[in-house]
């Protein structure tokens, strides 16, 4: 976190010491408040303040966000558009809950793109998507000892996006989005589900895999990633999916 207050400086010294904005506080302040609403819901479920299956009513959310009615719509269409929210015409928006089912399809074809993902950026990583793909794989491994937080799924995201984007694969950036991935990690966090040694262990073979342009070893590595999280559905308990 950014120290608060002013650097102490010698009375003497004419040069006048500022703080540096954060990258968190630039990005803050360039956002719409539809952006904050966006952000907030998808880290509030992290936090626990949304669940799966809970109502969002717009009068609330305009109280609590001090913003208009068009503002809290604008953020519930594109939440609604992510498949985060679902609208009913006369329930109104509600946190979205994914199917047993609707997992077990969402990770299969998953499984296929991440392994081809991981193999064609192996194969066609540059000096440039190098230094990117390695700044993000650094990112996410710091989080290895760390419990389950929102900053940990920016993290991840950063990681499959650099990922997608060394592969230079246009058809695999246009359909991974739809996929909605995010709704599968957010049910299992709401669940309290761990982040395992597994799981980093995964990443860990993904990343120095792809480092190494080791393409064949990289398509199993992202393969058998998405087959250890799908086996991990077996775990979930029924009424996390009512």
Known sequence: MDSKGAIAVPRASAVKVQRVPSSAEAERKTQSSADVIVRDIIQGIYEGRFAPG??????????????????VREALQRLAAERIVAVNLHRGAQIRRVTRAEMQDILAVLEVAIGLAAR??????????????ATTFEQLLSFEDQAESFELLRARNRFYRALVECSQNGELERILPTLHVHLIRLQHYTH??????Q????????????LGREARRAELAGRRHIRHITEGLADLPAHLFD
């Open 120 to 133: 064609t950026a192996a194969e066609r990583l540059t000096e440039e998507t190098r230094r990117h793909f």
């Open 199 to 210: 799981r980093f262990a995964d990443y860990r073979e993904i990343g120095e895999a792809v």
């Open 54 to 71: 809970q109502r969002l009513i717009e009068a609330d959310l305009t109280n609590i966000y001090r913003v208009s009615r068009s503002s």
């Open 192 to 197: 309290g589900s761990a982040v395992s040694r």
